[in-house]
């Protein structure tokens, strides 16, 4: 069965999935058994990898060292057409649908092609939206874009209307990595009722009670990157959290 279908799967059951987005730039191969046993007593199945900015060349090792210590899935979630390597499972073919640099709407993606052409990665089109997190985030400045204001709820549900009626198979609510605060549940929620596709929630979660807020509003998906990368023992955190393990 595809990651998709499982991804699917699980939104019916209304209980989402925990991610872990790891930096290839902030991460290297050799402390990668000790995070790997961490996360294995945690709750989180799903290692998202990538970001903004990401040197040429360490992605690839760094996904090959993970998928040699673990069987949990690696989704690419690359700032870049360099971030790219058959080494993952997943691919989340990513549209900037908050900004309107055609760059990171289509000209990334078209670069991908030939790359893509023979690769067995699964490829799911995720609508990517960019809302406010309170700060200026290393998204905003290598995108040149402008999040969606929280205030604007029309803006922000009309637009992940549109990556679905685009074809984006996932959509992902983003506050920035680092955010001050991450996306409030009313705009979680509001996304949830407005498309049928599952939706991944991540920016700025840095605390239990952040995340018992994004678990309360539905998200289908979380991802917590910094909290990790500060603290390798957040992971115990997590323990009696109601997360799905489906995959
Ligand atoms: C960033 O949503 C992810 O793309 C995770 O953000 O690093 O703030 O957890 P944090």
């Known amino acids: 069965m595809s990651y998709y279908n499982l991804l699917i799967q699980n939104k019916e059951k209304n209980t989402p999935l925990l991610a872990v987005l790891i930096d290839p730039d902030k991460m290297n191969v050799k402390q990668v058994p000790a995070f ?14 990538g970001g903004s900015t990401v040197l040429k060349g360490v992605t690839e090792p760094l996904v090959k060292a993970l998928k040699k210590h673990t069987q949990n899935p690696v989704f690419l979630f690359p700032g ?3 971030q790219l390597t058959n080494e993952a499972d ?16 289509i000209g990334q993606q078209i670069a991908s092609v030939p790359f ?27 995108t040149h874009t402008h999040p969606l204001p929280l205030t604007d709820i029309q803006l922000i549900k009309d637009t992940a209307k549109a990556g679905e009626l ?7 609510l983003e506050a920035g990595s680092g955010a001050n605060h991450p996306v409030p549940s009313e705009v979680i929620n509001a ?19 952040a995340l018992l807020e994004a678990i309360k509003s539905k998200a289908d998906m979380i991802v917590i990157g910094t909290a990790f990368e500060q603290d390798i023992n957040f992971f115990e955190t997590l323990q009696n959290l109601v997360i799905s393990k489906t995959i």
């Open 191 to 209: 996304v949830r009722e407005e498309v049928s596709i599952p939706v991944i929630v991540g920016g700025g979660i840095r605390t239990e009670a």
């Open 80 to 82: 870049d057409v360099n």
């Open 166 to 172: 685009i074809g984006n198979k996932l959509l992902y």
């Open 36 to 49: 790997v046993e961490k996360m294995h007593k945690s709750p989180v199945s799903i290692i998202l990898v």
């Open 90 to 105: 997943v691919l989340l073919f990513l549209m900037l649908l908050s900004g309107r640099n055609p760059e990171y709407l």
């Open 116 to 142: 893509l052409r023979d690769s067995a990665l699964e490829v799911i089109s995720t609508g990517y939206i960019l809302l406010d997190g309170g700060k200026e985030t290393a998204t905003m400045k290598v």
